[in-house]
């Protein structure tokens, strides 16, 4: 493809450019470009906030460019401040070892395996010596490390920073040199660290590495950035139903930005799918999103579970089955105590207020008495709890 058409592709989604003359210089080098993007196997489960960067780094793939999936399990002992109000806690190297494997599982369902070099950084920094480290945390000064954001506020509150939380974003910039990255690619919150990676090369006499943040997903509260510790995420390994009920929940407004970030969407078919209801623009964005982790066919199948479900009032196909006495001894029980011991719910606390509100149904008939016992079952019976969840009670 011509580096132009390149450039203008690539350009797609993207918030941060540096810069464009020497991006477009580089991919007028006619070799494949080497494109960083470096992941911390903090938590076992990549979330839909990855995807964003991930469709970024399948873009150059399939241009024939180098796509590098940096895995930093040695960043991880240090923990990336980006973002945070606090010092994150330290992982054992056997945990973030099992997230590595995880990781790498979950990203081939986005990136092209036999093209995706997969390296760790672990590889150059456990060879270090303390001498090694010095050198490298002399290229940036306190003053320079308090620009960022997140460390000034931090220092302003008084919060507790740690001096090795000071070198992540030179470990981070280290990778670069490492790999001789012509392009690193990150969300928004990442720009400090890739600059500080530019520098770097810049320093050592080497080509620096262009520049490309991508904006941060929204999660599911409309809000905040798509986040675990905020519960407001979509996860790769999350099940069809899951997945489907979850893009369900979103707000319109929030719908728009997932069609461009996740599905790749230019802004003039965005400006079609206005036209169409915002219910049927939804329901297509959850069967494609499913479609993209689990196949057309389980993509399909999941809609029209949702109809039968929402649109219809019929039962899914499939739920969760429980037996009676596996969830109570007595011959009496409350719902709030059956449903409790299903596993499906954070607490009984939740529950019970999901009831109060109406959103508990036995046999389709709303139970907003938390207190109410009912009888032993005889027959099955089916639960509904709120919109996405429904379990089966035998006798």
Known sequence: MDPKAQLEQLRQNVDTLINEEDFLSKLSQNRPLRIKLGVDPTRPDLTFGHLVVFNKLRQFQDMGHEAILLIGDFTTLIGDPSGRSETRPVLTEEEIKANAETYMEQAYKILDKEKTKV?????????????????????????????????????????????????????QGYDSIALNADVEIGGTDQLFNILVGRNLQKEAGEEAQ????????????????????????????????????????????????????????????????????????????????????????????????????????????????????????????TLVNLLGGTGLFASKKEIGRLMKQGGIKLDGKAITNPSERIEKVTQEIVVQAGKRKFVKILP
């Open 119 to 171: 390296v760790f950084n672990s590889e150059w920094f456990k060879g270090q010596s303390f001498s090694d480290c010095l050198g490298l945390a002399r290229k940036m000064t306190v003053a320079r490390m308090l620009e960022r954001d997140d460390f000034s506020r931090r220092y302003k509150e008084n919060t507790p920073i740690s001096i090795v939380e000071f070198l992540y974003p030179l470990v």
């Open 210 to 333: 262009i520049v490309l943040t991508m904006p941060l997903l929204v999660g599911l509260d409309g809000n905040k950035k798509m986040s675990k510790s905020m519960d407001n995420y979509i996860a790769f390994n999350d099940s069809p139903k899951d997945m489907f009920g979850k893009i369900m929940s979103i707000s319109d407004e929030t719908m728009w930005d997932y069609y461009r970030l996740l599905l790749m969407k230019t802004n003039t078919e965005v400006e079609s799918l206005k036209g169409e209801h915002p219910m049927h623009s939804k329901k297509n964005l959850a069967k494609s999103l499913v479609a993209k982790f689990y196949g057309d066919e389980a993509g399909a199948n999941e809609l029209q579970q949702f109809e039968s479900v929402f649109s219809q009032n019929k039962l899914p196909d499939e739920m969760p089955e429980h037996n009676w006495a596996d969830l109570t001894k007595n011959d009496d029980e």
